[in-house]
Nanobody, 126 residues
Framework: QLVESGGGLVQPGGSLTLSCVAS????????ISWFRQAPGKEREGVSC????????KYADSVAGRFIASRDNAKNLVFLQMTNLTAEDTATYFC?????????????????????WGQGTQVTVSS
């Protein structure tokens, strides 16, 4: 089970760090994908991080502004978001998929994920 937290209301240009904690097992063999869903828009895989934490990928829409990281010892995954704009307003989810290729990841949005959390709302508005 994954549980996201850290969302909220932030002004344009502001920052937030989302957290994703796993319970009931280790994430050592799971890559993590962060995806978001905004009303009226398609679900978007914004970032992923490999099981080892050594490889990350980002959608063009967030590259240079978002950073994914993880602490496997604590079963925690983070998404640091900076320079936020109204276009980033969405519900953000973390999802996991098992893999033996622990150094690679793919940005996925539900399809191809083994499980994901309930999401945390991020609203960027002045």
């Amino acid at each position: 089970q994954l549980v996201e937290s850290g969302g909220g209301l932030v002004q344009p240009g502001g920052s937030l760090t989302l957290s994703c904690v796993a319970s009931g097992g280790t994430l050592d063999y799971y890559a993590i994908s962060w995806f978001r869903q905004a009303p009226g828009k398609e679900r978007e895989g914004v970032s992923c991080i490999s099981a080892t934490g050594t490889n990350t990928k980002y959608a063009d829409s967030v590259a240079g502004r978002f950073i994914a990281s993880r602490d496997n010892a604590k079963n925690l995954v983070f998404l640091q978001m900076t320079n936020l704009t109204a276009e980033d307003t969405a519900t953000y989810f973390c999802g996991a998929y098992s893999t033996f290729v622990r150094t690679m990841c793919e940005r996925r949005a539900t399809r191809g994920l083994d499980f994901w959390g309930q999401g945390t709302q991020v609203t960027v508005s002045s």
